[in-house]
C-alpha cells in the first residue's frame, strides 16, 4: 500500500481482507452504503475503526490472520539491542510479529507502531500486499 492512502482507505481494504462486503443502494440520487459483516449477520453504515479499535481487531481481523499465521504482540519500554545471542533489535514502542503461510508463500513481517492497533494494522497491510503479489 503506498503512504499516500488515508487511514480510512487503509481501514477499508483492511476490512474487505476481513470478509467484510460493501453493498450500494441507490435511490433516485439518494446514494447509500452498507458494509455486511463477515459472519453475513447485519449491514451498518460505517466499518469498525480498525487503526483505534483493539477491539474489533481481535473480532474480525484476527480470526482469519490466525487461521494460517502465527501473531505475537509485544510491548518494549526500551530498545533491544542484539547481544551475544541472535536476538532481534527492537525499538521502544508496540511490535507485532506475523510468520507462518500465506497463499503459496511463506511469510515473516515485523512492524513497529505507536499503539496495538496501529502495529496490527501495519502488519496487515504488509500481509495484504504479499498476498496481492502472489496472486
Not at 33 to 51: E, H, M, R, V
Request: glycine share 4%; net charge negative; charged share 25%.
Amino acid at each position: 500500500m503506498s503512504d499516500e492512502k488515508t487511514e480510512k482507505k487503509k481501514n477499508e481494504e483492511i476490512a474487505k481482507w476481513a470478509g467484510f462486503e460493501q453493498t450500494i443502494y441507490k435511490y433516485d440520487s439518494y446514494v447509500s452504503i452498507y458494509w455486511t459483516l463477515p459472519d453475513k449477520s447485519n449491514g451498518y453504515p460505517s466499518l469498525p475503526d480498525f487503526y483505534h479499535d483493539l477491539n474489533a481487531l481481535f473480532k474480525w481481523v484476527m480470526p482469519k490472520l490466525q487461521m494460517h499465521n502465527e501473531v505475537v504482540i509485544r510491548w518494549s519500554s526500551t530498545e533491544v539491542r542484539a547481544g551475544d545471542r541472535d536476538y532481534l533489535v527492537a525499538p521502544q514502542g508496540w511490535s507485532v510479529t506475523i510468520f507462518g503461510q500465506s497463499k503459496e508463500s511463506m511469510v515473516d513481517i515485523e512492524t513497529t507502531g505507536i499503539s496495538p492497533t496501529n502495529a496490527l494494522c501495519l502488519a496487515v497491510e504488509k500481509l495484504i500486499d504479499i498476498e496481492a503479489k502472489n496472486e
